[in-house]
């Protein structure tokens, strides 16, 4: 079944503006403009630049979900597109992000919405639950917001959104809507079903007729390659990243900093490293390149003498350290005092204890975990049957330790990627 809903503008009285305040947000300040509506709720202008005019204004429609938005929740993908949404406004220095409350759970609310997951964790899908509990798929409607945006001025906006019926809505609220523009995220293994279910069932992103709709292109979808998600009871799913140079040899460097080694770890709860990985490049481990939710990230340093300088420790990502007794006390608690969760666990042949490392990180519920380094850790784990995936990143060089079996120098360009049945195929332009 396809719902394709159309709505008509609300008949209510219009919103009346209650106050104007700046609030200052990691993306610059925003001039908010706060309405009230006559069904109660309150609807947030965030506002930046001159957005009166006939000029379309970049704008966001952002339902309210306390889960995604402010606890950062992976079961949906609110957060990184409100945050997504203010970054691309700040960044095109006019526009407006509008956080509409009483939209909460597709306007069932809140306690209605966490009963739908409930039964979405039965089997239900995200649209199934909510007609489970006697609920409409989707109780929203966009007159509010129509006229909210009327009384700032917008005249006509290029919508960010990919739901076809917001465009609807503002439509028939007296908007113009020049384009939609793709608000897509980085699918996480927790939120890949609902994104499906609403592609699928719902009608996202799907092109609306003849009108003048921008679909936008389809984001990075890693989940191709990350398999499908079977924690055990023992340890998560264990996914291991290798780099592989063109004449087929490993490649030292945990890989090259694209795209979609962004999207893998946005697509997990977990990324682990080892040490030495971290002493020789010093990643990062966080998201940066799609739009998705840092992973947690785990560091196995039994020895405890990794830098606090070091990347992996810094930013808003959150980190934890596996270290066995030998650490010193000092540095531990050193480490603790930056905010770096330190779990200790028993050595094993090679450092910390992989099955005990793997089976805490289960109990702290982590359920998927990309391994991206260094390569004698994902070769432990290989051996030792602790690993349930591996990724093969083919890289455009030969350069590496060992053997040459393909001449250096060669530069590489206009990659065409191709996957058939179980292999991958890579080709490029080479020039000498
Ligand atoms: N009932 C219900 N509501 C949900 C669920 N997941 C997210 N929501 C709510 O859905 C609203 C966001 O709607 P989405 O369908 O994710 O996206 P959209 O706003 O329609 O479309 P975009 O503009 O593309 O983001 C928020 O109010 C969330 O609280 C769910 O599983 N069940
Ligand atoms: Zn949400």
């Given at each position: 079944m396809i719902l394709t809903p159309q709505r008509t503008g609300d008949p209510a009285p219009a919103p009346v503006e209650v106050c104007s305040v700046v609030i200052p947000t990691p993306y610059g300040e925003f001039t908010t403009r706060v309405f009230e509506t006559a069904a109660g709720h309150t609807l947030l202008a965030l506002i930046r630049g001159d957005?009166?005019?006939a000029e379309p204004v970049l704008t966001r429609l952002h339902s309210e979900c306390l889960t995604g938005d402010?606890?950062?929740?992976?079961?949906?993908?609110c957060g990184v597109q409100l945050r997504t949404a203010m970054r691309t406004v700040a960044a095109a220095g006019r526009g407006v992000v509008l956080y509409i409350t009483g939209h909460e759970g597709r306007g069932i609310g809140l306690v209605n919405k966490l009963r739908a997951y409930v039964e979405q964790d039965k089997g239900a899908d995200t649209l199934d639950a909510n007609l489970r509990l006697g609920l409409p798929a989707d109780a929203r409607t966009y007159g509010e917001s129509a006229a909210v945006l009327r009384a700032i001025g917008v005249e006509s906006v290029n919508l960010m959104s990919n739901n076809p019926d917001k465009v609807a809505g503002l439509r028939a609220g007296g908007l113009a809507v020049q384009t939609m523009v793709g608000l897509q995220t980085a699918a996480h293994a927790r939120n890949a079903a609902y994104l499906t279910t609403k592609a699928d069932?719902?009608?996202?992103?799907?092109?609306?007729?003849?009108?003048?709709?921008?679909?936008p292109e389809a984001g990075i979808d890693v989940r191709g390659l990350i398999g499908e998600i079977r924690p055990r009871a023992d340890r998560p799913y264990v996914m291991v990243r290798v780099t592989q140079t063109l004449d087929g040899r490993i490649q030292?460097?945990?890989?090259?900093?694209?795209a979609e080694e962004h999207a893998l770890r946005a697509a997990t709860d977990a990324v682990l490293v080892g040490a030495g990985t971290v002493r020789r490049t010093?990643?990062?481990?966080?998201?940066?390149?799609?739009p998705g939710a840092h992973p947690l990230r785990v560091v196995l340093d039994?020895?405890?003498?990794?830098?606090?300088?070091?990347?992996?420790?810094?930013?808003e990502a959150a980190t934890t350290v596996f270290t066995t007794k030998e650490a010193d006390a000092t540095r531990a608690d050193e480490i603790q005092a930056a905010g770096v969760g330190l779990r200790e666990v028993s050595a094993g042949p090679?450092?910390?204890d992989l099955p005990a490392v793997l089976a805490e990180l289960r109990r702290g519920g982590v359920q998927s975990l990309l391994v991206e380094g260094g390569t004698r850790l994902i070769a432990t784990l290989l051996a030792a049957g602790l690993a349930d995936r591996l990724i093969v990143a083919i890289s455009?060089?030969?350069?590496?330790?060992?053997?040459?079996r393909l001449p250096t120098g060669l530069t590489l360009t206009n990659r065409t990627a191709y996957t058939a049945g179980d292999a991958l195929l890579l080709g490029w332009d080479v020039t000498a």
């Open positions: 957005v009166t005019g402010a606890l950062g929740s992976l079961r949906c993908d069932r719902m009608g996202h992103v799907a092109p609306i007729g003849a009108e003048p709709i921008t679909v030292r460097e945990p890989g090259i900093p694209t010093d990643p990062s481990l966080t998201v940066e390149l799609v039994s020895e405890l003498n990794l830098p606090l300088t070091a990347r992996v420790f810094g930013g090679d450092g910390a455009a060089t030969t350069e590496a330790p060992g053997d040459t």
